[in-house]
Nanobody, 126 residues
């Protein structure tokens, strides 16, 4: 059982930065595949960034070079550093986890992740 609690969302002007955090419980945190998803009103959930248990990362093309995913296995915290934010980044952001590896072709498929946080809202104004 894993409990995920996100924080760090808020309102920011275009060009600004935010850092999202996700505090996780669970004794086998280090073996989990984790990711950040987002969902804007009227749109499907989008995989933004993923990080595997070995630390390898992937990013959606829309955020490459602007967002950075990282994790601290000691504090069991997942991060998403978001720079150069754009209005189109406005969405609810979710921290997700899967107990084990996720196939490369499914890294940004929301159905591949069993545990979801409650979400944190990010609003970027122009």
């Amino acid at each position: 059982q894993v409990l995920l609690v996100e924080s760090g969302g808020g309102s920011v002007q275009a060009g600004g930065s935010l850092r999202l955090s996700c505090a996780a419980s669970g004794s086998t945190y280090g073996r989990y595949s984790m990711a950040w998803f987002r969902q804007a009103p009227g749109k499907e959930r989008e995989g933004v960034a993923t990080i595997a248990s070995d630390g390898s990362t992937t990013y959606a093309d829309s955020v490459k070079g602007r967002f950075t995913i990282s994790k601290d296995t000691v504090t069991k915290t997942l991060y998403l550093q978001m720079n150069s934010l754009k209005p189109e980044d406005t969405a609810m952001y979710y921290c997700v986890a899967h107990p084990g590896s996720v196939a490369i072709g499914r890294l940004r498929d929301p159905r591949a992740y069993f545990y979801w946080g409650q979400g944190t809202q990010v609003i970027v104004s122009s």
